[in-house]
């Protein structure tokens, strides 16, 4: 199990480090990803109040738990790339004009 824990938390690190190279996706691809991350969500669910022994129900909330923890993680990532765009007048940024 620890081995499963180390394995998460080495792919968050790598997926984090991935997502500071990447251009910032547009709103299509955003609510894509967030789809897409709700339907593997969904699944870990079903499969942790489905399971069958106490063993297999902790690890599938264990899985439940990673999951949340690496999507809240992907998403304050790309709040805090946004601010940033926004704070630089980058992508996305919303610039006032005077009149």
């Known amino acids: 199990m620890k081995l499963t824990i180390s394995l998460v938390a080495l792919s968050i690190v790598l997926a984090g480090s991935a997502l500071c190279q990447e251009p910032p996706p547009t709103h299509e691809e955003m609510q894509a990803e967030m789809k897409t991350m709700d339907e593997r969500l969904d699944k870990l669910v079903i499969d942790m109040n ?8 902790l690890d599938a ?8 923890v690496a999507q809240h993680k992907k998403m304050r990532e790309r709040a805090m790339q946004h601010m940033e765009e926004m704070h630089r007048g980058g992508p996305g940024a919303h610039k006032h004009t005077q009149e």
Not at 50 to 57: C, M, N, Q
Not at 61 to 68: P, R, S
């Open 61 to 68: 909330t264990i899985a439940v738990l990673n999951e949340m």
């Open 50 to 57: 489905t399971a069958a022994t106490p063993e297999k129900k």
